[in-house]
């Protein structure tokens, strides 16, 4: 069995003060719901749990009798941080799930082709995460604004969503990550932390995430052309 996990909890406070980037309009409907309809519309995933505040259930499922989606759903919700909302997903996944898609909410592009890549590589390796090859000249700083170091970004990948891993793969790690009391923004992290190899599968197409006001034109116009 596989399932997704849909991680709608956070705030998107870079979008400005009283805005919830998920349910702004692009391509006439909410960023989530173009989203959760992407995996909604991949064959091979079983089942959908969205990790969403409290007290956003209601506005959740009214999204969902609204646009019909068709795979069974369920809502928990949200930790204190990303690797706690991801966690609550994890628990409430059927018990005969055995590899998951870990996605961000507002990443509404993600190609249905990408998400399969990722999901086959993650049940035959453990992990894997979708990423895209570096291709402007990167720096590092010395933690302010002055170049420390020039980076080799033959070697560099920006990791995106969905991460992908066999159930016991990601349990074990996050286990890991809660019981070291350790904090990580990215669930290939606790990969690491036990020494689980991740893959990288390469995300070819535009897989842009909502994070700022500039990002909604672009996102617009790529779900507007099929993107």
Known sequence: MTSAVIVAAGRGTRMGPGIDKL???????????????????????????????EGMQDAFAQLAALHGFRKPF???????????????????LD???????????????????????????????GAAVAAQRAVDT????????QIARHLDRSR?????????????????ALEAVRSA????????AACELIGQ?????????????VTAPSDLPYIDLLLRQGG
């Open 197 to 209: 190899p991740v893959e990288l599968v390469d995300s070819t197409a535009p897989n842009p995430k």
């Open 181 to 188: 009391g350790k904090q990580v923004t990215d669930d290939t």
């Open 23 to 53: 349910f702004l309009d692009v391509a006439g409907a909410p960023v989530i719901v173009h989203t959760w309809r992407r995996f909604d519309s991949v064959p091979i995933i079983d089942e959908l749990v969205l990790v969403v505040r």
């Open 138 to 145: 990167i720096k590092e700083t010395d933690g302010g604004t």
């Open 95 to 125: 018990p005969r799930s055995e590899v998951v898609a870990i996605q961000d909410g507002a990443r509404p592009c993600t190609d249905a082709g990408l998400i399969e890549r990722c999901l086959a590589t993650a049940r035959a390796r």
């Open 74 to 92: 369920r809502f928990v919700p949200g930790g204190a941080e990303r690797q706690d909302s991801v966690w609550n997903g994890l628990v409430a």
């Open 156 to 172: 560099l990948w920006a990791v995106q969503t969905p991460q992908c891993f066999r159930v016991d793969v990601i349990r074990r």
